[in-house]
Nanobody
């Protein structure tokens, strides 16, 4: 059974950091590109960043470039999203997603991903 389980969400003050984790099971994680998306209340789900199967290639949305970092541990079937200097407008449900792919391209649209987690809520507020 394919599963992606996000964790690490919560309430954080503006300017602070949070690290999300997404643990995979039921498929070959090490041959998948992993993406992070977020969906704010009343808005569409947007690409945050993606990480290639071997971790060597990443891409980020312009709004998070330089503040967010994606990493992965293929031995633990887990991908991480380190978020620094968080802003109130980044309050959203954060989702990880997977696509079987061993190339260098980072896919940035929802329809490109095959598996999805249930999401973890991040609230940035003082």
């Amino acid at each position: 059974q394919v599963q992606l389980v996000e964790s690490g969400g919560g309430l954080v003050q503006p300017g602070n950091s949070l690290r999300l984790a997404c643990e995979a099971s039921g498929f070959t994680f090490s041959t998948c590109i992993m993406g992070w998306f977020r969906q704010a209340p009343g808005k569409e789900r947007d690409f945050v960043g993606g990480n290639s199967w071997n971790g060597r290639y990443t891409d980020y949305a312009a709004s998070v470039q330089g503040r967010f970092t994606i990493s992965r541990d293929n031995a633990k079937d887990t991908v991480y999203l380190q978020m620094n200097n968080l802003k109130p407008e980044e309050t959203a449900d954060y989702y990880c997603a997977a696509r079987s792919y061993v190339g260098t391209r980072i896919y940035i649209t929802e329809n490109d991903y095959h598996y999805w987690g249930q999401g973890t809520q991040v609230t940035v507020s003082s």
